[in-house]
């Protein structure tokens, strides 16, 4: 049986395949389109990575779609260790300050995206100049140096960070980083105090996790923060990064674990959304290698960009769907970026499956918008 919404989405879908079928979209159509950020405004920010190309230079298509739709950023990359600070004294600084810059020149929250991750860290930053591996005061000492940096070049642009990503396994387990192993089972915790000391006081400070469906990992992330709070080291957020499928998880389950989480008291933000139309899951339950798996026509149905309309539209509905839920959440949630512009820049080109075309955004990858952009809108100027 057709709900409201469902039969709204309906009409919608169908006319847009009517409005793509019978007229072009015209650039001043678009430019006068609501914005994302417009239809939900009130609820919470809805932000979008950048890379290097679109924060220095603004006129590139990717960057205006940036300005029309969102009022929230964050890097994908130009603030990892790797590739802030790839050796000792050697900063990349271009892409972070034109990021700084670009947000702030546009009125754009900017996020900080990532202190301390295991993965993206080059090695000297565990070693010292023998090549042994760091003490843990050593290691401590390095984290508050970039934490320090940080305040002091970006400071005043960047109040809300990703202090700590990914550091707790699928099992609830703490992950056996070189940051666990150096520091102990207090690496993130340390983390949280010497961001809390470093960076200006009123930063929003962030745990970052994907596959925050996941029992084990909810779990702990639950108990982490509860604890946290009673013993009073500072954490002001959780992220919940949704690399979602189309089928995974069921809409159910990101409402029940956004519930719980909501249930510790700390906002919380959604970090990196995006959703693998092409799917992931059986690779994973095939209990295959996932390094040797390539594209081939059943893993890559639409290679040469060119996406269906009817796949189109059923992303849109899984999009409305996500939506949706995080209006009835809307109080518990901050901020949805969205990991990515276009389609061009997912890292779901190139995982699990190395050199698919994947569709997982709202914009294809010549920066044109997808059916699924206006139906997002249409959910948000609904409520
Ligand atoms: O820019 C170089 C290019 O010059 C080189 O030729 C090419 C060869 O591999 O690599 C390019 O860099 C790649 C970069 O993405 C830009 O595309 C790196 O190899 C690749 O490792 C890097 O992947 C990033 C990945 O994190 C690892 O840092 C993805 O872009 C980025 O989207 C992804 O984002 C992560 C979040 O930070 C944390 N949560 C999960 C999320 C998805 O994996």
Redesign the pocket.
């Known amino acids: 049986m057709l709900n409201r919404f469902s039969l709204n989405l309906s009409l919608t879908a169908a006319a847009l395949v009517i409005i793509s079928a019978c007229t072009t979209t015209t650039q001043a159509t678009l430019d006068k389109q609501v914005g994302l950020k417009e239809a939900y405004a009130g609820k919470f920010l809805i932000g979008a ?1 950048m ?1 290097g190309t679109m924060v220095a230079n603004n006129n590139d298509p990717k960057t205006k779609i940036v300005k029309q739709h969102f009022n929230a950023a964050t890097m ?2 130009a603030f ?1 260790w790797e590739r802030f600070n790839p050796e000792p004294g050697i900063y990349s600084l271009d892409a972070p300050h034109n990021f700084a810059k670009f947000t702030n020149d546009n009125n754009i929250t900017a996020i900080g ?2 202190l301390f ?1 295991h ?2 860290t080059p090695d000297w930053v565990f070693k010292d100049a023998q090549g042994n591996l760091l003490s843990r005061d050593a290691l401590l000492q390095r984290m508050r140096e970039r934490a320090q940096f940080m305040a002091r070049h970006f400071g005043d642009q960047i109040k809300i960070w990703d202090v700590v ?2 550091a707790i396994e699928d099992d609830g387990s703490w992950r056996k980083s070189l940051y666990n192993q150096i520091i102990g089972d207090d690496f993130i915790e340390q983390a949280f105090i010497i961001a809390n000391e470093e960076l200006p006081a009123g930063s929003t400070k962030i745990y ?1 996790d ?1 596959g925050m469906t996941r029992p084990g990992r909810v779990a702990t992330v639950i108990k982490m923060v509860n604890d946290f709070k009673a013993r009073g080291v500072p954490i002001d957020a959780i992220g919940v ?1 949704g ?1 979602w499928s189309m089928d995974e998880p069921t809409i159910a389950d990101i409402d029940s674990n956004l519930s719980a989480l909501a249930a510790t008291g700390l906002p919380l933000h959604v970090t ?1 959304l995006d959703i693998d139309y092409l799917g992931r899951e059986h690779f994973f339950s095939a209990n295959v290698d996932l390094k040797k798996l390539v594209a081939t026509p059943e893993n890559n149905p639409y290679p040469d960009g060119n996406f269906p309309t009817d796949a189109d539209i059923k992303l849109g509905k899984r999009y409305a769907d996500i939506f949706n839920l995080f209006l009835k959440h809307h109080q518990n949630i901050d901020r949805v970026t969205f ?2 512009v276009t389609d061009a820049d997912s ?1 779901l080109n190139g ?1 699990p499956v190395a050199g698919r075309t994947n569709y997982p955004l709202l914009f294809n990858s010549d920066a044109s918008p997808k059916a699924a952009l206006q139906m997002v809108i249409d959910v948000g100027l609904q409520h």
């Open positions: 990575t890379n994908d990359n990892k995206h990532v991750w993965s993206q990503n990914e970052n994907y990064q690399h990196e990991w990515g890292w995982w």
